[in-house]
């Protein structure tokens, strides 16, 4: 047996000990960029919601009063002149959510809260204000 190459098992337990360790610290930063980057998704998609909002307002005076999402929707993606919210945009916001919290929407004001998909359920709301996580 002398004489053989080979690695000794004292080698391959060193090899799978560091790759532990490097997966130990890659994983939860992954987990982490990932979470992000669910929550950018949904921040941008409330954001282009809050933009329809704002349009609807320069072209009515006032916001849709309604307290359910599926009115919200079907005023802002009804046929009017210039589209606000299509339904590939509700699509997309559906997609980056993993729930809808509390819409409110009357004519003067509107908080809409989503829950994002990260591991947390992320709180995300919508005022005329601006977006807060």
């Known amino acids: 047996m ?12 060193i090899v799978i000990a560091i ?11 992954y987990l982490g960029f990932r979470d992000r980057a669910n929550i950018s998704a949904a921040k941008e998609s409330l954001g282009s919601l809050r933009t329809a909002l704002e349009v ?4 009515h005076n006032n916001y849709p009063a309604t307290n359910d999402v599926g009115t919200l929707e079907s005023t802002l993606t009804a046929s009017n002149p ?8 509700w699509d997309k916001l559906e997609a980056n959510i993993s729930s809808w919290g509390t819409v409110n929407v009357t004519g003067t004001d509107y908080t809409i809260e989503v829950k994002a998909k990260d591991r947390n359920n992320t709180t995300i709301t919508a005022t005329p204000g601006g977006i807060t996580p």
């Open 82 to 89: 210039i589209p606000y919210f299509s339904q590939s945009d």
């Open 19 to 29: 790759i532990a360790i490097l997966a130990a610290v890659a994983i939860p930063n």
């Open 56 to 59: 609807y307002r320069a072209d």
């Open 2 to 13: 002398k004489g053989q190459k080979g690695f000794t098992l004292i080698e391959l337990i």
